[in-house]
């Protein structure tokens, strides 16, 4: 015999004090004789010396049992063997389909399902049972008998996608928190319990009322690697990275387009780097698989899908160097002494256009080949004029990049309004070298901006919060964009912005950091810094030069689609693909789910729900592409709790959940006998009163 909520007992126990108090407080009542002599005089209290004993002893014990009883109903009395024969609960079965339980060749899931079947077995056929998947899918939670329930078990099979507990017990709780207090409301959890999958369980909330049930399904500990794909995108830097999921080294074999190779994969290395080169238009399909055996097999084979895209190439401007000194007459023979002899020739790592270069075609690995469709090509004065000439032409570069210089040559300016009348963009950097009269008077109106004397950089971050919103450097992820305001920026230019200049980004104090101006059928933008390392070494840090670089290049051309089109999902998760806006308005069609084609080329939602190479087809049979979709990297990891530490995690959270106080239990532990207690105690107090009226008469 148990009691489900002691502190309501306790409180009906404490009760009993109050008939108690009553028969004490009562005693026997003399009859008093009114005499008339002594109505002149002066009452005076009395006391009684005699101890107060009970009065009518069983109306007493009477009274007592009723509230006794109450308390015992109210305190949910529950006695193992007497039970209602229908006896009915509201079940709520979060049920792990996870990758992760296809380890062990299914044994885990096998048992998480044998778990569920036993538990749906002992249910009685009134009650009402609802099965939420983690992570859901495509499946739509409802409200089932028992038998119901069993069939939809048994026909369930263990998923790809990654464990989702805490939004899936969310759920659960909004379910049984609809349905009404005249039964028990269980929380039953079956799931091996991963590290990864409780992360954020704490943003979840038991609510008292709720019976909460645990089966840890499989083992502790289990030994296993898999192969991950991810791409490095920002601008047109397309690269992608083929790990192992242990971080050790390996080898794993490649198949690209029907040739296989071996990939080795290095030991302490990230991953193994690949650039997506190939003819325009070509369609590559890469598959990659670890061959060792292991606990989990579905994470051995990962893919990558991509299509090649054409080369984009960019002007960059290189200033002329630094007249040299005068040379001695017989190092110089022919020349007049004191004459120079013409601009220097600098080291490339003095050229001002060196790490944009270098920033818009980084290499994979030094000396290898690039990741990016960017071609810098460096214009001097030799061909500036020549490259004025083509500007106008289809065929020459959209885009100018333009470091300071000393001078402002003619053809300079002829080559920076054509490519504007053209309807390019061109990109001024700043820094010492900036003649800002001369800026001011070649520039000054196209580009927005009066750029003033040279200021120091306080403080840390030097650059304003740059949040998700930029519009320039919003698509990199949260800690790149923290990084980037951290950058390495020493001095500055004092900056005047013009009439219908855009201020992109700013420095902490607010001074503009990327300007944008719409001049001519182009845009003109200028970066407060210099384009080498005159100004801080900015340039040189590739993690925050080379991804804001390629943003910029990126809006510059009016290209927002930064993000490949071809990069991997995962199995399991709702993603947003981008198909081409010729497609607005009809439906993609994946498995036995559709879904439709946003205006602007965008399907919201969809579910891939395996791993593969996925051919994109519209619900009318075009084709609209390939995708790659991938097993989830956290799924790998294999990394348990024990079944008494996820109780203790679940139940910590009742606490802070509140709900009601009293816990309405489970009909099978005896739900019948609380019952039987409130009856006794109805049933007493309506016998109570006739009864106490004729001890009273007597």
């Given amino acids: 015999m148990t009691l489900a909520n002691v502190l309501l007992f306790s409180l009906g126990v404490a009760a009993i004090a109050a008939p108690l108090w009553v028969h004490l407080r009562l005693g026997k009542v003399k009859k008093r004789a009114v005499v008339s002599t002594l109505r002149l005089m002066k009452a005076t209290p009395q006391t009684s010396k005699s101890p107060r004993r009970l009065v009518d002893v069983p109306l007493f014990l009477l009274r007592a049992l009723m509230v006794l009883l109450v308390a015992l109903g109210f305190g949910r009395l529950l006695i193992p063997g007497l039970r209602s024969a229908d006896a009915q609960e509201y079940a709520v079965f979060v049920l792990d389909v996870s990758g992760s339980m296809q380890a062990r060749n299914g044994k885990v899931w096998e048992e998480a399902r044998r778990e569920t079947l036993e538990a749906l077995g002992r249910l009685n ?40 507990i805490s939004t899936s017990v969310r759920e659960a709780v909004t379910l049984l928190a609809e349905m009404p ?191 990016s469709r960017y071609r810098p090509m460096t214009l001097t004065d030799k061909n500036v004029a020549e490259a004025a000439a083509k500007a106008g032409e289809k065929s020459a570069p959209r885009l100018l990049i333009v470091p300071a210089g000393k001078v402002v040559p003619d053809a300079l300016k002829d080559l920076v309004k054509a490519v504007v009348e053209a309807g390019g963009s061109v990109v001024f950097f700043g820094g010492p070298e900036l003649d800002r ?85 182009g845009q003109v ?46 199995a399991g998760e709702p993603v947003t693909l981008r198909l081409s806006p010729t497609f607005a308005g009809r439906f993609l069609k994946v498995g036995s789910g559709k879904w439709p084609v946003g205006s602007d080329g965008r399907v919201a939602g969809v579910v891939f729900e395996k791993p593969g190479v996925m051919d994109l087809t519209l619900e009318d049979g075009t084709k609209a592409g390939k995708l790659a979709v991938n097993f989830p990297p956290v799924e790998s990891a294999l990394e348990f709790y024990s079944g008494p530490v996820v109780r203790q995690r679940l139940e910590s959270l009742r606490q802070k959940g509140g709900g009601s106080s009293i816990r309405w239990e489970g009909e099978a532990q005896g739900g019948l006998a609380w019952r039987l207690c409130l009856l006794g105690a109805a049933l007493l107090m309506l016998i109570e009163p006739v009864i106490a009226n004729q001890r009273a008469r007597a």
């Fill in 125 to 164: 056929q009134s009650s009402r049972v609802a099965v939420v998947l983690s992570p859901a899918g495509l499946d739509k939670t409802e409200w089932q008998t028992p038998s119901q329930a069993v069939s939809k078990v048994k026909a369930l099979s263990a998923g790809y996608g990654a464990n989702r």
């Fill in 525 to 570: 933008f200028f970066v407060n810094t210099s384009a080498d390392r005159a100004w801080g070494d900015w340039s040189a840090s590739a993690p925050l030069f080379v991804p804001a670089l390629h943003l910029l290049a990126a809006r510059a051309l009016g290209d927002d689609s930064f993000l490949p089109a071809h990069e991997p999902v995962l």
């Fill in 437 to 521: 009269n001369a800026f001011d008077a070649a520039f000054g109106e196209l580009s927005g901006v009066k750029p003033g004397a040279m200021e120091d950089c306080k403080g840390s971050p030097v650059l304003a919060e740059i949040t998700e919103g930029n519009p320039l450097w919003g698509g990199l992820d949260a800690a790149s964009r923290r990084q980037l305001t951290k950058a390495p920026l020493k001095f500055r230019h004092a900056l005047e912005t013009r009439l219908n200049a855009r201020t992109l980004v700013s420095y902490a104090d607010g001074v503009p950091f990327v300007v944008e101006h719409a001049s001519g059928r």
């Fill in 181 to 371: 207090e005249d039964h028990a409301k269980v929380l039953h959890v079956v799931s091996d319990c991963q590290h990864a999958a409780f992360a954020d369980i704490d943003r979840a909330t038991i609510p008292s009322d709720v019976e909460l049930r645990v089966s840890k399904v499989g083992e502790e500990r289990l030994s296993n690697r898999g192969v991950s794909v991810s791409v490095v995108a920002a601008g047109m830097t397309d690269l992608g990275l083929y790990a192992l999921s242990d971080g050790s080294g390996g080898s794993l074999k490649l198949e690209e387009n029907g040739k296989a190779s071996q990939l080795p994969v290095g030991s302490g290395q990230d991953a193994a780097r690949m650039t997506h080169a190939g003819k325009k238009d070509e369609w590559v399909v890469r598959k990659l698989e670890l061959e060792d055996a292991d606990a989990l097999m579905a994470d051995n084979t990962a893919y990558d899908v991509y299509q090649a895209q054409d080369e984009i190439p960019v002007w960059l401007w290189e200033p002329a160097g630094e007249p040299s000194q005068a040379e001695p007459a017989t190092r110089s023979a022919g020349r007049i002494p004191g004459q120079t002899t013409g601009p220097r020739e600098r080291h490339v790592y003095e050229q001002a256009s060196y790490y944009v270069g270098r920033g818009l075609q980084p290499a994979v690995e030094e000396g290898g080949a690039t990741a």
